[in-house]
């Protein structure tokens, strides 16, 4: 019974996350085809993350790397397999976990990760995506690469053993207009596919900014409150 209250609940609120996305599309004059939404699971039962996919959803993201590869071996021990991301900061001691489990790491920020990533993804024996962050508003320190750096970065990543670069990821900054960081998030993904045409992902917007990151030319948005609900922790 409760495995029916929470199923139509979720099923709800997919529904009135796909109808923003459906608007903001629309008034951008772009297809929903273009966006891929990853449902952030993050705190949520495997459970939560098998309704959902029932329901449609084929990505799922995590950002605790334990939280994370508990979740998708007991999914996969049940025929669930999703499109894993890994959307949360990035520690190099566990990027050889990480890159077993996901299918596109979002939060690559820094030289020593991509080799941390690279080993892993070869001995593991797979391919793992990888989304360079970006900082948006030079405050390195939430994470992110500076602008300036995401070129170096990007060849690197593009060379690296077992990685495919894919494009950019950001987070709006607290303090700044999140449709102005969104559009000069797009100005960078622009520039880099210049040297790498495929890397064409821009993965921003959350709940709350959804809209601004579509209008901006996001293809990847990440939504974990307006689907699942509030978080218990406020440190998730
Ligand atoms: C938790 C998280 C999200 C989801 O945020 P909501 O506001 O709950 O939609 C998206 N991106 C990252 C990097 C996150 O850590």
């Known amino acids: 019974m409760t495995d029916d209250v929470r199923l139509r609940e979720l099923h709800d609120n997919l529904r009135a996350v796909r109808r923003r996305i459906s608007a903001a599309c629309a008034a951008a004059g772009r297809s929903a085809d273009e966006i891929t939404l990853v449902a952030i699971s993050k705190t949520w039962p495997a459970s939560d993350v098998l309704r959902l996919h029932s329901l449609g959803v084929t990505d799922f993201g995590e950002s605790y790397d334990q939280e994370a590869s508990a979740k998708a071996a007991s999914l996969a021990a049940m025929g669930c397999r999703p499109t894993w991301h890994f959307v949360g900061r990035l520690q190099r001691n566990k990027c050889a976990s990480i890159a ?5 790491v979002h939060a690559v920020d ?31 320190g939430r994470g992110g690469a500076a602008a300036d750096d995401v070129r170096a970065l990007a060849d690197k990543a593009a060379g690296a053993a077992g990685l495919t670069l894919r494009g950019v990821m950001a987070v709006a900054p607290l303090s700044a207009d999140p449709g102005d960081a969104f559009a000069a998030l797009a100005d960078i993904a622009a520039g880099l596919r210049t040297a790498h045409p495929r890397a064409d992902v821009v993965s921003a917007g959350m709940s709350n900014d959804l809209e601004e990151a579509i209008a901006n030319g996001a293809t990847c948005v990440r939504v974990g409150t307006a689907l699942f609900g509030r978080r218990a922790h406020a440190l998730h």
């Open 100 to 104: 077993r489990y996901a299918d596109l």
């Open 110 to 140: 820094r030289p020593e990760l991509v080799d941390a990533l690279s080993a892993g993804a070869s001995r593991a024996g797979r391919t793992v995506g990888v989304l360079l962050q970006v900082s948006l508003d030079g405050d390195t």
